[in-house]
C-alpha cells in the first residue's frame, strides 16, 4: 500500500457527461501528480500542484481540469468525455516540489466512456 | 519534450536466468532516472532509481546503469524469480519531476 487513496476505482460513464476523480496524498506530502495510462499512449503526464498552487502542466486536454484543496486532497475533472478518454488515471504523490523524490502511485481510477 | 523509448516491449526469461531491460531518452537535461514496477490491477511502484551525478547503483537483485554520453540506461534484474513478473517502466526527469515514461516491458518469468 503506497499511501495515496484515489476513488472511485471504477467509473462508467457516458459520452459528453461529466466526472470527478479525487486523490488523498500520503500524509505529509505536498506535491500530487495526475497520469493517465492508456494502451496506445502508454503513462502520460497531465498535471502538477504543490501546496495548492499548479506547478506543471503535460499533455492535459482543456476538457479536463484539476485543483488541490488546503487539505492537500486533489481532484481532476474530467467534461465532454470522449470515447478516447478512457484510460486508466493514476495519482500520485511526493513530499517535495519536484527533483529527486520518489513518486507514490495509487491504486488508479479505471475509467470507461461508453 | 522529453522522448524516452523502452526496449523489449516483452521479455521472457526462466527462472534464475537475468533479465536486461534498456531505455534511451532524448534530453540531455534529464537528470534523475527512475524504475517502476506495475502489477496487474496496481498502480506502478519506485524500485531503484539513479541520478546523472552516478553511473551505477545496486540493490540486491537489481540494478540499473546509466551512461550519460549515449543516453541511456538500463535495468537488469538477477536470479529472476516469478514474483518479478510484471510490466516495467523507465522514465526520466530534468528534476522538475514531469516524468516521462518508456512505453514498458512486459516481463515473464517461467517457472
Known amino acids: 500500500d503506497s499511501g495515496v487513496t484515489q476513488t472511485p476505482k471504477h467509473l462508467i460513464t457516458a459520452t459528453g457527461q461529466r466526472v470527478t476523480l479525487r486523490c488523498s496524498p500520503r500524509?505529509?506530502?505536498?506535491?500530487v501528480y495526475w497520469y493517465q495510462q492508456s494502451l496506445d499512449q502508454g503513462l502520460q503526464f497531465l498535471i502538477q500542484y504543490y501546496n495548492g498552487e499548479e506547478r506543471a502542466k503535460g499533455n492535459i486536454l482543456e476538457r479536463f481540469s484539476a485543483q488541490q484543496f488546503p487539505d492537500l486532497h486533489s481532484e481532476l475533472n474530467l467534461s465532454s468525455l470522449e470515447l478516447g478518454d478512457s484510460a486508466l488515471y493514476f495519482c500520485?504523490?511526493?513530499?517535495?516540489?519536484?527533483?529527486?523524490?520518489?513518486?507514490?502511485f495509487g491504486q488508479g481510477t479505471r475509467l470507461t466512456v461508453v | 519534450g522529453e522522448n524516452v523509448e523502452q526496449h523489449p516491449s516483452t521479455l521472457s526469461v526462466q527462472e534464475g536466468d537475468s533479465a536486461v531491460i534498456k531505455c534511451t531518452y532524448s534530453?540531455?537535461?534529464?537528470?534523475?532516472f527512475p524504475w517502476y514496477k506495475q502489477e496487474l490491477g496496481k498502480g506502478p511502484q519506485l524500485i531503484i532509481d539513479i541520478r546523472s551525478n552516478v553511473g551505477e547503483k545496486k540493490d540486491q537483485r537489481i540494478a540499473v546503469t546509466l551512461n550519460k554520453t549515449a543516453k541511456h540506461f538500463s535495468l537488469h534484474i538477477t536470479e529472476t524469480q516469478p514474483e518479478d513478473s510484471a510490466v516495467y517502466f523507465c522514465a526520466a526527469s530534468i528534476s522538475d519531476y514531469k516524468l516521462s515514461f518508456g512505453a514498458g516491458t512486459t516481463v515473464t518469468v517461467r517457472a
Open positions: 500520485a504523490s511526493s513530499p517535495r516540489e519536484g527533483g529527486y523524490t520518489e513518486a507514490f
Open positions: 500524509s505529509g506530502d505536498l506535491s
Open positions: 534530453d540531455s537535461a534529464s537528470n534523475y
